[in-house]
């Protein structure tokens, strides 16, 4: 019997996302949040405006979304959200006042690139949340 770390439970993943997700951009926007308009630094824009192409996410993201694919039959993927963040803080926001997608709708994907040298650290995450909709 193989030992290693227990394998995650997607179910309570999406839960858990879903549970603890809120809208970023109301979240900066908001003047209690402690920034003062001229020193936000995240560009905030909604999918109509500038909308999220796939062609355009990092190759790791799609090479993952090419395999989910494969694997389910050729979903499709509406995407709604995206959040770029630098060192942690939001650098871009897309996205809407819609409710996160249903669990069985739900899909999200994200990829991480990290820069460290001895006076530098540069973390980039981009993360983006989508609607599937099943054949």
């Known amino acids: 019997m ?20 809120m809208v970023i951009s109301r979240a900066i926007a908001q ?3 402690g920034l003062a ?14 909308p999220i192409d796939e062609a355009a996410m990092p190759d790791a993201v799609r090479a993952l979304l090419d395999a989910y694919r494969a694997e389910h039959g ?3 993927v509406s995407w709604e959200k995206h959040l770029r963040t630098e060192n942690g803080e939001p650098v871009l926001v897309v996205e809407d006042e819609r409710e996160l997608p249903g669990d069985r709708e739900f899909i999200s994907v994200s990829a991480t690139a990290t820069l460290t040298t001895a006076d530098t650290v540069r973390i980039v995450t ?3 949340v989508g609607r599937l909709a099943r054949r």
């Open 2 to 21: 193989p030992i290693g770390p227990p394998q995650p439970d997607p179910a309570l993943l999406v839960q858990s996302f879903r549970s603890n997700y």
């Open 31 to 33: 003047p209690e949040a």
């Open 37 to 50: 308009a001229e020193e936000q630094v995240a560009e905030i824009a909604t999918p109509d405006r500038r």
């Open 74 to 76: 050729g979903v499709k």
């Open 126 to 128: 981009d993360l983006y």
